[in-house]
């Protein structure tokens, strides 16, 4: 099956509010359900490039590097912003950051300390902060802090399933080799 493109996705913004108890819970389990893919793979596995896609590291990192993209935009919901801050569709941070570099433990333990902090910001929003909606600007849709929340818990998905898609096609000897 070809995976729609995370770009071509589209979203309905209608979840009652009640759910996001459940989207946290999602979010904040989105380390360590990295952790669990990755665990029993080998170094030389984690930074592979497979047709010029990003690596597995890189795909951890850039899970990492988004963390303070939604930071701000909790930080947007709190000044009222009327247009949510977009995002860099370039990825030049993950770019730059060249992962494959870094340790691994490095960008896991740092995503999951961001991702604590950004899980507990948004779960303590009041309200009226939790009813304010502002525009997605890639997706010119009214979002509140539940859909910020649902958005990023789909789009750790998206990358979680990248990451179990080159983690399949890799074997015992380190070789990237069949597809999903």
Known sequence: ?????????????????????NILERLIGTPARLEELIRSL?????????????SIQEHAGHLWDLEELHEGRIDDYLRRTGVLRAADMKNEKTFKANHNLSSIRTILSSF???????????????????????VHPRLKQRMRPVDLSYFVAEHDDHHLTSIRELSLRSNNKGILTSKF
């Not at 099956?1 to 979840?15: A, C, I, S, Y």
């Not at 170094?43 to 010029?52: A, Y």
């Open 42 to 54: 080998p170094p030389d596995i984690l930074t592979v490039r497979v047709d010029g896609k990003w």
């Open 1 to 21: 099956m070809k995976r729609t493109p995370w770009t071509e996705r589209k979203f309905e913004f209608d979840l009652p509010v009640g759910v996001l108890p």
């Open 112 to 134: 999951r300390t961001t991702r604590e902090r950004f899980v507990k910001r948004i779960g303590s929003l009041d309200d009226t902060t939790m009813a304010f909606a502002a």
